[in-house]
């Protein structure tokens, strides 16, 4: 049977991604990300050939290997939104790790392996979460019984569980059933909520020592402390909560139990292996420069050390082995003082596909600001919404601000579409500090509004400098 549910899981998740032609992807892209139009191509694409491979032989499936993705642009213009959201649509475990803090094997530092354990332990908390959804109304039929078993302890003398043995008093059998069944409509409907309960709850606690591991190997104490907790008894103390939150512990407790956590660690490494993308961000933080002294210990050194995981090599966890081999790997980098060719040779082979994301222009902010669907315009009205405030924006204020924005970039750091939250958030400084106490409750943004709090600030440079 759960091989059975597992093809079928299979079949479906191929069904979505057979869905999800290069087009539909970059048009579902469209609705987060401004511009970009070469990056959403080439993703989309990275991703197709995913689904593609998986309809192939096996004797070539194992054989096509994913097409890297090397993205070059100025901060803020979309390259981490374009993975995170390219791996939400496909429902792919995704982690961002930045490539300037791991350093050479053999120095103080994360090594380059731990980001493939940090994918793996993404991934099984998305499978857990996935089963433990599957469980949920068996769990919660097994919480209710031990809430019950709580709420109205069986008559003394009898035996707790559900099958209780009252002998021959038939009818005190009949009126524990009954109020039980009571006691089961009141929690459904609400009546216990300000009830208190005590429940024992089991406390996992690691152990209180200390584990020197070696240098590189930051991953080796916490297979050892993991262990030698489970040599250690758990602990368990009895926590008095109200009844809503104790059935939602309870919940918790009994879906943990129905599932299988083998199953989970194999589905988990399946998943992490074929379907897991990797973002490595600052990748041009660690090209080599010429005329630079000392060890190289977090420059051409980690690029070595990430060269074997690219190309496609075993990774020892603590839940089994990851072949990296089928891992998509999606390195970004703005480039402003290196190039991509400072890169080893042997490291640029492995991303073919480069893609160059054009810099945001005055144009693209005020797409940004109205059209995506979490558009900053759109969060801040239905921020202030809370507050029972209506927040109007004039379409010339949203071109004002836009302006602004891209003329802060030219005169400080460009950087890109975030200078935009930091102009918005200027804006309507006063405005989100007053809004519990303002009596005026409809407030409208135009174009003077916009220049009275921001026009100072944005002709004094050095003003500008410091505060947008």
Not at 9 to 17: G, I, N, S, T
Not at 274 to 286: A, L, R, S, T
Not at 319 to 346: N, Y
Request: aromatic share 6%; proline share 4%; glycine share 6%.
């Amino acid at each position: 049977m759960d091989s059975k549910t597992d093809t079928e899981k299979k079949d479906k998740l191929v069904d979505c991604m057979e869905a999800m032609t290069p087009r539909i992807i970059v048009q579902q892209l469209d609705s987060y990300i401004v511009g970009q139009e070469k990056a959403k191509k080439a993703v989309a694409i990275a991703l197709r050939n995913r689904w593609r491979r998986q309809k192939l032989p096996d004797n070539l499936k194992d054989e096509v290997a994913p097409k890297n993705i090397l993205m070059i642009g100025p901060t803020g213009v979309g390259k981490t939104e374009i993975a995170r959201r390219l791996a939400k649509l496909a429902k792919s475990p995704f982690i961002k790790v930045e490539a300037s803090k791991y350093t050479e094997v053999g120095y103080v530092g994360r090594d380059v392996e731990s980001m493939i354990r940090d994918l793996l332990e993404l991934t099984r908390t998305m499978v857990k979460e996935e089963m433990e959804s599957e469980m949920r109304d068996q769990a919660r039929g097994y919480a209710e019984e031990r809430l019950l078993d709580l709420l109205l302890p069986p008559h003394p003398g009898h035996a707790t569980g559900e099958q209780k043995d009252f002998g021959a008093d038939s009818l005190g059998k009949k009126q524990y059933e009954e109020t039980r069944e009571k006691f089961r409509g009141y929690i459904r409907e609400g009546k216990f909520d300000n009830r208190d309960v005590e429940i024992e709850v089991s406390e996992r606690t690691g152990p209180s020592i200390d584990i020197m591991a070696p240098q590189g190997m930051d991953d080796m104490d916490n297979n050892l402390k993991d262990m030698l907790s489970n040599f250690m008894p758990k602990k368990t103390r009895r926590k008095k909560m109200k009844v809503p939150e104790a059935f939602r512990v309870l919940c918790r407790e009994e879906a943990e139990k129905l599932v299988d956590q083998e199953k989970v660690n194999q589905e988990a490494l399946e998943r992490a292996q074929q379907n897991g993308i990797i973002f490595i961000d600052e990748i041009d933080k660690i090209t080599g420069r010429d005329g630079m002294q000392g060890p190289d210990v977090s420059r051409e050194g980690v690029q070595r050390d990430l060269l074997p995981l690219v190309e496609g090599s075993s990774v020892n966890t603590k839940h089994g082995i990851v072949k990296t081999d089928h891992i998509l790997f999606i390195a970004a980098g703005a480039f402003h003082s290196t190039k991509p060719s400072d890169l080893i040779p042997e490291f640029q082979g492995r991303f073919p596909i480069r893609v160059e994301l054009e810099s945001l222009d005055e144009n693209d902010f005020f797409r940004i600001l109205t059209e995506p669907d979490n558009a900053l315009v759109k969060q801040y009205v239905a921020l202030l919404k809370t507050e029972n405030i209506t927040l109007e924006f004039h379409e010339d204020a949203i071109r004002e601000i836009a302006r602004m924005s891209a003329k802060v970039n030219e005169r400080t750091e460009n950087i890109g579409a975030r200078r935009l939250q930091t102009v918005l958030e200027k804006l309507l400084e006063e405005i989100s500090f007053d809004a519990p106490d303002l009596e005026e409750k409809d407030i409208i943004i135009d174009n003077d509004y916009v220049n009275e709090r921001l026009k100072n600030i944005i002709e004094n440079e050095d003003l500008s400098r410091y505060i947008l």
